[in-house]
């Protein structure tokens, strides 16, 4: 009886594989930069075309390989770095696995060309679909050079599933920024389509760092150095300005090699405690030494999880160290807040105070209005004359009207282009609105037949906005508005063809924008509707969420009316009066979809009175 069971041709089994190892260009380009750093190269130049699509080619200046080492390296599961099961436990390298190169093999069409410092001629391999087409002697320079063209050419429907240029370029650029930002000592380059896009001469690492983000991230870093019994972290953490909502400006390296971890990602976003909103990320690039005997990488095909031995250990070590340089560069506030919120009436030395005031005087000092900080000896105090302490109180009592008609965010919400239309603004509210009440400065408190409703001021405001945005971007109702000091914005390479791409729908929707060079950008009128104080920062963000937003084909209409609306929505800790919040429970309910924000959050919630007896049982 004949057996149902076939062992695989080698072809098909390293077609499996490389749908595990490379999934796109982009991890093509990652196995093929961490060789050529396993190779010792010094210098190591990224040459692509058509977003990896058509070539993937990696020139670096190693060690090179021989005649056999050559052949040898398209071979499944061959390995320099592995001799025994105890090396899997001691792995310094990045390649070990031994798949990388037969998996590209397998669906692309590979040239090897290599030679060694003391061989006076070089080899040359050609292979295509794992079958060897060509292997002989060549003239090179010493080192390696490995082109793959037509990537997942013999496997039509991986290659149907790549997504867009601007998106494989994108992957592209994250693997080559996540392999040279760690390796400051070697040259690289990349060039897409005959254009340079990156140049990172050999530099230290806040050299490497300064070159990529831009010299404002130079002068917003702080160092980290720490060192422990088994593990040394070194890198900078950004400054609380260099914040930003979306993640992505994060990078952990363990030996040298990114990783992924939400668990350490929250050890350093718990040193920033107090220093910045809940929602938005810090900057860091930070690299951990760690003996490989603690750590086990050889959990995922990409290597980009960690399994560490004491991994709450870490997180510690991690969590001080970062917390420890930004106290110690005057990061973290040295302010006592609960004085400097101190009503101002309370500085006024009340000795002195008419005697209208029907409470007895309470003796103030002045300089308890003051933040806690020291500059020095001060004058010694002067009690002010009874006319002083008047006109003062008039200043402050005319202070706190113009600071509260200011803040009122009715001026936001109601008299703004950026609230709804006109005759939304009628405001006929229930009986049950007229008790609505807001808690904290962030949540809205309504009554309803059934319960109580809990709305989020913000989110609700998001979609109100949302809504009115994208009617008028559909009906082309927006008009420019000149900046009277135009702006200039410069973005990563990896989003200048995005922008390039959608920057006539951007100047559609009333931004004047041209470019000026490679990665430059002035702006010099923005929409009509719109309160964008910092036009340069919303591109930039908008840009970088559009780039994210690319995969799921959300539109750019869609895209601009989202940004607008988070940008300009009323935000938590607003005081709003009872009228405004009536007519923000009116708007939110007049809306097409009132559930849910376009930033994905939920505008409200309801108790039922059942659920609400319930809460009060025994």
């Known amino acids: 009886m004949s057996g149902i069971i076939n062992l695989l041709p080698d072809s098909l089994a390293n077609q499996i594989a490389a749908g595990e190892v490379i999934q796109r260009p982009a991890s093509a380009v990652k196995e093929l930069l961490e060789n050529a750093l396993d190779a010792k190269a010094t210098s190591i130049q990224l040459i692509i075309r058509d977003s990896g ?117 994108k992957h592209i650029i994250e693997e080559f920024i996540r392999v040279a ?104 690039v930070l690299l951990l030494e760690i003996d490989p005997a603690m750590i086990d990488v050889n959990i995922h095909p990409t290597k980009q999880e960690v399994k560490f031995e004491n991994e709450r250990l870490i997180y510690n070590y991690i969590r001080v160290a970062v917390k420890h340089a930004l106290g110690k560069y005057s990061i973290t506030p040295s302010l006592d807040f609960d004085k400097v919120n101190q009503d101002p009436m309370e500085a006024i030395n009340l000795e002195t105070t008419p005697s209208s005031f029907s409470s007895p005087p309470t003796r103030v000092s002045a300089a308890s209005a003051q933040p806690s900080v020291s500059r020095g000896p001060s004058p010694a105090p002067t009690n002010p004359s009874k006319q002083e302490t008047q006109e003062w109180l008039k200043f402050y009592e005319e202070l706190n009207n113009t600071a509260s008609s200011e803040s009122s965010p009715a001026a936001i919400t109601l008299s703004s282009d950026w609230s709804t239309d006109e005759e939304d603004t009628e405001i006929q509210p229930e009986e049950n609105k007229k008790h609505s009440f807001q808690v904290h400065d962030t949540y809205i408190i309504s009554p309803i037949k059934s319960g109580l409703m809990v709305i989020d001021q913000q989110a609700a405001h998001e979609r109100i906005l949302y809504e009115k945005y994208l009617r008028n971007l559909k009906d082309q109702k927006i008009l420019s508005q000149k900046s009277l000091f135009p702006e200039t914005v410069q973005l990563d390479p990896k989003l200048v063809k995005i922008l390039d791409d959608i920057i006539e729908e951007l100047r559609y929707t009333g931004f004047g924008i041209e470019k000026i060079s490679s990665n430059a950008y002035v702006i010099s009128s923005i929409p009509s509707v719109g309160l964008l104080d910092a036009p340069a920062r919303f591109i930039t963000e908008f840009v970088e969420t559009y780039a994210g937003n690319i995969e799921i084909q959300l539109g750019i209409k869609e895209n601009i009316a989202r940004s607008m609306a988070i940008h300009s929505s009323i935000k938590k800790g607003k005081k709003l009066m009872e009228e405004e919040l009536v007519t923000l429970i009116d708007q939110l309910f007049a809306c097409e979809m009132p559930y849910m924000s376009p930033s994905g959050k939920k505008c409200f919630i309801t108790y039922g009175l059942d659920e609400l007896q319930n809460r009060f049982k025994a």
């Open 53 to 169: 699509k058509s070539l993937i080619q990696v020139v670096d200046n190693g060690i090179g390989m021989s005649e056999m080492d050559a052949r040898m390296c398209f071979e499944r599961h061959a390995t320099s770095k592995i001799r025994s099961s105890d090396d899997l436990f001691n792995i310094r390298s990045f390649g070990f696995r031994g798949e990388a190169m037969a998996s590209i093999a397998a669906v692309a069409h590979v040239e090897l060309k290599t030679k060694r410092a003391e061989d006076e001629i070089g080899n040359t391999i050609l292979i295509e679909g794992s079958k060897v087409k060509k292997h002989e002697p060549c003239q090179t320079h010493t080192g390696t050079s490995i082109a793959v063209r037509n990537l997942f050419f013999n496997v039509p429907a991986r290659r149907k599933f790549l997504k867009s240029d601007p998106v494989e370029l």
């Open 181 to 284: 930002l760690p390796n400051p000592e070697v040259h690289f380059t990349l060039h897409h389509n005959d254009n340079e896009l990156y140049h990172f001469p050999i530099s230290n690492l806040r050299q490497r760092i300064a070159n990529y983000f831009g010299k404002n991230a130079n002068e917003k870093i702080v160092p980290v150095t720490e060192e422990a019994d088994f593990v040394e972290i070194s890198g900078f953490v950004g400054k609380p300005d260099l914040i930003k909502k979306s993640r992505g400006d994060q990078y952990l390296f363990i030996n040298r090699r990114f990783v992924k971890s939400n668990y350490l990602n929250h050890a350093i976003k718990m040193a920033y405690e107090n220093l910045i909103p809940q929602d938005h990320h810090p900057f860091y």
